[in-house]
Every structure is written in structure tokens, then in C-alpha cells.
């Protein structure tokens, strides 16, 4: 029998990689599927734009999964623009191949939220990046009724080893490595999900390949969320050394910087607690997040490692 065909769309990025080594742990021989070769060569590599329908279907041609984890520069706008294209084109061809697509998604379309969020939280956006990755969830359950298999994996703010578009290793972990004040957005005492971007690509596989979690929304493993305060602590500094950057800082920063003005419209999560609950997942997979007191020391040496 031959071996069930893995297809990660967005190899390139850090949960791309991280998808990539979890299916090879799993025995699998993955392939890598990015606007350029893969860089890591240890993967077959495809090379295809999203964007690119023909090219999408080509890449899907025999897959048996293919994980959708690619991203786009941090803007709504790019976002409207061209996320309902890659998404609308990756179904085309996952329907058209009889491939199994399971999603990353993150919290935006859950919008504002009180208490823990939840798979059963409602989706109700308040932000036109939320807007947009509800949208797209419109796109996978209307695709999900016409016959397709899609599966869901929903993650907090990610962090990790090599996260550079990562909130929390920019602001915290690489000022630390360079010697700096760590920050913190708008209220360093609100408690605050993170999810280490080596969970996601180990808790992806597992939607791949776990009969039992087809065709659901899942939340993946994510520790119990700490606050600004507390995770400055856990990279090894005193609580009292959390910088804040406050709104108006974030305002005039926006006048300056692109993605500080994108960050205004989702400054709900950052000064009211951001707590995503992923017990499902780990009562019916039994497997558990990775500690925060373990990943984010991980975290902070590979920074300094490649920072040296």
C-alpha cells in the first residue's frame, strides 16, 4: 500500500516548518509547498502561489492531506484582498483531489469575548481581519456541506523558536536578547494565550492523521494563559522590568510604522484577558501543551543563538 500523501501549503513559514518536522516524526515523507523552494531539503519541495489556482491544483494532485498554513503580510487590506483567493482555490482543489484540508485558523473571528473562548464560542468579528477569517470560515463550511473534508486547528498567538512575525518574540524575547526592556502590549496585567508554534505543527498532524478528529474545529494544545508581567518573569527577568506600550504610544507609532497602525484595530485582545481554552483537544488526543516555564527559555536561546 502507498504511503498516505502530506501536503503543507505554506512550508516556508514557521508553522510550515513546524508541521514539516512533526510529519517526518510521524514517519511520513511531506511535501513542502511555497512561493519558493523549500528550505529546508530534507522535504520534497513544490513550488506555488496560492493565488494561482492551475498551480494550486497541481500541488494538491494526490494528496491524501494537505494542511493550509500559509500567511500574508499583516494587513487587512492585503488580507480582503487575496486571503478569499487562497482559501477559494485551495477547496477547488482539495474537492477536486479527495484531499482531507486541514486549516489553521487563529481567534480573530471570535472578536471580542468574555470568559475563556471556546470551540462552541460564537463567531462574531469586530475587527477587518476578524471580518476576514470569518469569511473564510463561511468559505470551508459552505465547501464542508458540498462534500469536502476539512478539519480546523485554532491557535492563540504563537511564539517559538524562529517565530519572527510572532508578537511576543518580537516585543519580549528579541529585546531581551539584545539587551533591552521587554514590552508588552497596552496592559501587561491582563492574562494573555500563547501557543508554541511547536504544539501547532505537532497538534496539525494529529488532525491529519486522527481519524477521530475530521471534520471538526479544534483548539490546539495552548497553556494556561499568564500575563505580560508573568511572562517576562518566565524568560528570566523581573516583572518589574515589563515596559508597556500604551495606546497612545501604539497611536503615534501607527503614524510611523505599518504594523503598529494594524495592530490598533486589534488592541481588544492586548488590554482585556485573551483566553483561549483547548481542553477538547487534549481529553480526546490526551496530549497536553508544552509548559510555558519550558518554551519560552526555549524560545529566548534560540533567539540568542541566531542573534550571536
Known sequence: MTAPRHVVLGGNGIIGRETLRALRLHGLDPVSVGRRPAVDHTDASLTADLLDADAVGRALDGADVA??????????????????????????????????????????????????????????????????????????????????????????????????TSVLNGF???????????????DAGQPHSLTSTVDVGDALVVLGTDERAAGRTWHLPTAP?????????????????????????????????????????????WAEPSVLDSGAFERTFGIVPTPLEVSIPAALAHTRSVSR
Do not use: C
Request: charged share 20%; proline share 5%; hydrophobic share 45%.
Open 172 to 186: 519580549v524575547l528579541d529585546r531581551i536578547a539584545a539587551g533591552k526592556r521587554p514590552t508588552w502590549l497596552l
Open 67 to 164: 494542511y493550509f498554513v500559509a500567511g500574508l503580510p499583516y494587513s487587512a487590506s492585503v488580507w480582503a484582498e487575496q486571503w478569499p483567493t487562497m482559501v477559494q482555490h485551495t477547496i477547488a482543489a482539495a474537492r477536486r483531489h479527495g484531499t482531507h484540508l486541514v486549516y489553521l485558523d487563529n481567534v480573530y473571528a471570535y472578536g471580542r469575548v468574555s470568559g475563556p473562548m471556546t470551540e462552541d464560542t460564537p463567531i462574531r468579528p469586530v475587527s477587518r481581519k476578524g471580518r476576514v477569517r470569518a469569511e473564510a470560515l463561511d468559505q470551508l463550511a459552505s465547501a464542508a456541506a458540498a462534500g469536502l473534508r476539512v478539519t480546523i486547528g485554532r491557535s492563540a498567538d504563537f511564539f517559538g523558536p524562529g517565530a519572527t
Open 225 to 269: 494563559a499568564r500575563t505580560g508581567r508573568q511572562v517576562v518573569e518566565l524568560a528570566g527577568l523581573p516583572a518589574t522590568q515589563t515596559a508597556v506600550m500604551g495606546s497612545a504610544m501604539l497611536r503615534l507609532g501607527g503614524v510611523f510604522s505599518a504594523s503598529a497602525r494594524e495592530t490598533l484595530e486589534m488592541r481588544y485582545q
